[in-house]
């Protein structure tokens, strides 16, 4: 950050023995390890290096343009995306083979996922609607209605008899699927919500207490945190249960995504390219601030000992 970016260029000169290409790099790149499958990459004078790898398995027929989201069943029998094509599709992960088109948004899909079952579906779009659709046979099981702005995230509590979703109109809310209606607000912040994360919270975070007793249509919110990425440069843990505020933590820049490592280790991706991590029970302080490059961190997902980020370049 701060000094100018470097550009170089990678040729293809031929090929090695055994179909491995013979690969060379313009001033200031040197050339690593070659394989059929990776490139590694380095800058000596900044002592950076990246690996490019090749995809095992491309599908180019599910959508014709960008895809803004998609989620893996539970049984990784199934896929599930969107795109600005302005369709929703649920197809066969082993071949990409389509199975349903789930229509019924008005305006683009934002979000979609699984449930833990792997047979149903969450999604939410610019219309503001929050559907739940059969993945068996594409019906839209039901709708919900109440919030005021395009719905730009969505999270599911435990098994899914709650779900919760976050919109530009500012606030998240909990949604009981069986009755398919609101039961609270969880947060109304007056500034567009662009992600949220449920999870369980460490043991000793003091999670707040709620004014009146929870709704008996109310399953698994006790002991969560909702972590909340707000477009005002704020990532915001509320007690799930209690609507309470736990923490605030101001960044860089917009807060696009968040997730959990942890019941104690959180991360959180800005539009300026920063990815924070956390501890929740002291958030005045990050643990580490991951800095790649100025490209927007537009998703977060625990993986292993890890992480993987995807971001705008």
């Known amino acids: 950050p701060g000094k100018p970016t470097l550009y170089g260029s990678v040729t293809r000169r ?10 060379a790099a313009s001033e200031g790149f040197l050339v690593g390890e ?33 895809i803004t989201c998609l989620d893996i069943s539970s049984g990784g029998g199934l896929g599930v995306s969107a795109s600005t094509d302005g369709t929703m599709k649920i197809w066969q992960a082993a071949n990409g083979e389509i199975r349903r088109l789930l229509e019924g948004h008005v305006y683009d899909v934002n979000c979609c996922r699984f449930f833990p079952s792997g047979l149903v579906v969450l999604s939410g779009g610019m ?13 839209c099981v039901v709708t919900f209605k109440g919030h005021k702005g395009g719905i730009l995230d969505t999270a599911i509590v435990d098994r899914g008899r709650n779900v919760l979703s976050c ?14 209606a609101c039961l609270g607000v969880v947060a ?25 007793p929870p709704s008996e249509r109310e399953v698994g919110t006790e002991g ?19 609507r309470q505020p736990v923490f605030l933590f101001v960044g860089s820049d917009a807060f696009n995504c968040c997730t959990f490592l942890s019941s104690t280790y959180i991360l959180a991706g800005t539009q300026d390219g920063n990815i924070y991590q956390l ?11 991951i ?23």
Not at 14 to 23: F, K, T
């Open 34 to 66: 070659v394989t059929k499958k990776s490139i590694l990459i380095s800058c000596p004078h900044e002592n950076v290096s990246t690996k490019f790898l090749a995809p095992y398995t491309t599908f180019s027929r599910i959508h014709q343009k960008s």
């Open 279 to 289: 501890d929740v029970r002291n958030t005045s302080t990050p643990i580490q601030v």
């Open 188 to 212: 109304d912040c007056g500034s567009p919500i662009n992600g949220i994360a449920a999870g369980t919270a460490d043991d000793s975070l003091n999670l707040g207490t709620p004014e009146k």
């Open 14 to 23: 031929g090929l090695r023995s055994q179909g491995v290409p013979d690969i």
């Open 291 to 313: 800095h790649r490059s100025g490209a927007p961190v537009l998703s977060l997902l625990p993986h292993r000992d890890g992480f993987i980020a995807s971001q705008g370049n």
């Open 224 to 242: 969560k945190i909702l972590l909340l990425a707000r477009e005002d440069k704020k990532l915001q843990g509320v007690g799930l249960q209690s």
């Open 127 to 139: 219309d503001a609607q929050l559907k739940i659709w059969s993945a068996e046979d594409a019906s």
């Open 167 to 180: 919109s530009r109109d500012g606030t998240a809310r909990l949604w009981d699927c069986g009755k398919s």
